[in-house]
């Protein structure tokens, strides 16, 4: 399971951190994105990571946001940084990991809020 946290009500320019805990230490993680879903949307890809470990942003998050990751707490993390309002939407997390006694699973989190005031 995922477990996300770290949303939250922030001013303009703020800025907040997701977290994403793997209840379970994976042997591998071989991908990380984060999707988020603004209020009447559709789902979107905010950032990612490749072929190779390199990670991507969309164009409306680069520059301001960072994946990162601590594999000895299990937890990828996403900066959010001069957040906008319209950054306001529920943020997902999804990990494709690796389990010796499960295979590869994609792994999603429950959402967390992220609202982002004018």
């Known amino acids: 399971q995922l477990q996300a946290s770290g949303g939250g009500l922030v001013e303009a320019g703020g800025s907040l951190r997701l977290s994403c805990a793997a209840s379970?230490?994976?042997?591998?993680?071989?991908?990380i994105n984060w999707y988020r879903q603004p209020p009447g949307k559709v789902r979107e890809l905010v950032a990612g990571t490749r072929n190779g470990g390199a990670i991507e942003y969309s164009n409306s998050v680069k520059g301001r946001f960072i994946v990162s990751r601590d594999d000895n707490l299990n937890t990828v993390y996403l900066q959010m940084n001069s957040l906008k309002p319209e950054d306001t939407a529920v943020y997902y997390c999804k990990l494709n990991a690796y389990w010796l006694d499960l295979g590869s699973i994609d792994l999603w989190g429950q959402g967390t809020q992220v609202t982002v005031s004018s």
């Open positions: 379970r230490r994976p042997f591998r993680i071989n991908a």
